[in-house]
């Protein structure tokens, strides 16, 4: 399966050096996901990343989008809401000539069916209830997801997000899960990221 690491919502000491680690490891995309930076600290932060890491990163910054060498474009879903359809268009465009992917995150399955075929990425959440909100509780059965993956035409792009760590990711396979995304597991464990990390690649094998 594949691995998609969300950075550290809040600053940690280290980071930068930790998602140049990681991505040296076994992460197919990191989204960057830092919801109290505004656009000038969040560019502040990105020119601090590698080159191996802005090849791996996801971004939902638009200046960032156009200003680095990233691998592609998170849709959140707040920009979904307030941008015209046009904008959307827009971004979808530049990112397929310059081939990089597109994903967005599906909380109901209302959205999954609306947007499921349309991105290379497609984040089911939450899948469990998650480590990094306690309230965040998910409102997917398991059995329904089964059974609308078996109905997708489009292959390879529907991946977990909430709530995974390494002992629930035979369920993931059982599923017919393609990837996870993984957030509170790494930042909020006692462990180090890396230890994490870890356990977690070999849980996907």
Same mark, same amino acid.
């Given at each position: 399966m594949k691995i998609v690491l969300f950075?550290?919502?809040?600053?940690?000491?280290?980071?930068?050096?930790?998602?140049?680690?990681?991505?040296?490891?076994?992460?197919?995309?990191? !989204?960057?996901?830092?919801?109290?930076?505004? &656009?000038?600290?969040?560019?502040?932060?990105?020119?601090? @990343?590698? %080159?191996?890491?802005?090849?791996?990163?996801n971004v939902s910054d638009?200046?960032?989008?156009?200003?680095?060498?990233?691998?592609?474009?998170?849709?959140?879903?707040?920009f979904l809401n307030q941008s015209s359809q046009k904008k959307i268009n827009e971004i979808k465009e530049l990112a397929k000539a310059?081939?990089?992917?597109?994903?967005?995150?599906?909380?109901?399955?209302?959205d999954f069916i609306l947007r499921g075929q349309d991105y290379d990425i497609v984040f089911v959440s939450p !899948?469990?209830?998650?480590?990094?909100?306690? &309230?965040?509780?998910?409102?997917?059965?398991?059995?329904? @997801?089964? %059974?609308l993956f078996s109905n997708k035409t489009k292959k390879g792009n529907y991946f977990a997000l909430g709530g995974v760590n390494n002992t629930n990711i035979s369920k993931l396979k059982e599923i017919g899960f393609d990837g996870l995304g993984i957030l509170g597991y790494i930042w909020t464990n006692q462990n180090e990221p890396l230890m994490q990390l870890n356990k977690l690649v070999l849980a996907c094998q």
């Open positions: 950075s550290c919502p809040e600053n940690r000491i280290g980071e930068i050096e930790l998602l140049d680690e990681m991505a040296a490891q076994s992460i197919d995309y990191i !989204v960057l996901r830092k919801p109290n930076m505004d &656009s000038d600290s969040l560019i502040a932060f990105t020119e601090q @990343l590698s %080159n191996r890491t802005l090849a791996k990163l638009i200046n960032i989008f156009s200003q680095f060498k990233v691998k592609g474009f998170h849709f959140k879903r707040a310059r081939q990089q992917i597109i994903s967005v995150s599906c909380h109901q399955k209302e !899948v469990f209830d998650t480590i990094s909100k306690v &309230s965040n509780n998910t409102n997917w059965k398991l059995s329904e @997801l089964k %059974n």
